[in-house]
């Protein structure tokens, strides 16, 4: 399919079915669009689509993996477990220690605000 579309001169995108638990987005297709901040929506997708006339495999698609769901009830409550697990293998290191630092702070300041709660009381 890569080769057809590039021989093509076509544009190849990725897409994802989502459905249900456990099926959120694997695929982005990232595009560079210079001064896409201050366009409006409309100015916007024009420029996407000269960006794409101009050069179809502009589009870069990034995949991330995921574990397989099963459907027997250990694995419906390991399933969150197993998805983190199979996250975080795939991660480049900077965005692992992004999301670390997402969960201890948003965990500490739940921890802080429930203290501050009981110390009201």
Not at 97 to 117: D, E, Q, Y
Request: charge should be positive; glycine fraction near 4%.
């Amino acid at each position: 399919m890569i080769r057809f579309c590039h021989n093509s001169n076509l544009a190849m995108v990725g897409i994802s079915d989502n459905h249900g638990w456990g099926s959120t987005c694997y695929v982005w297709n990232i595009l560079k669009v210079p001064g896409w901040r201050s366009l409006s929506s409309k100015d916007l997708e024009k420029r996407v689509i000269e960006v794409l006339r101009r050069d179809p495999q502009a589009i870069q698609i990034v995949v991330r993996t995921k574990s397989e769901f099963r459907s027997s009830w250990s694995y419906r409550i390991l399933d969150p477990f197993l998805q983190l697990w199979q996250t975080s293998r795939s991660l480049p290191f900077s965005h692992a220690i992004l999301c670390l630092i997402w969960i201890w702070g948003s965990l500490s300041l739940i921890l802080l605000i429930g203290r501050r709660h009981t110390h009201a009381r």
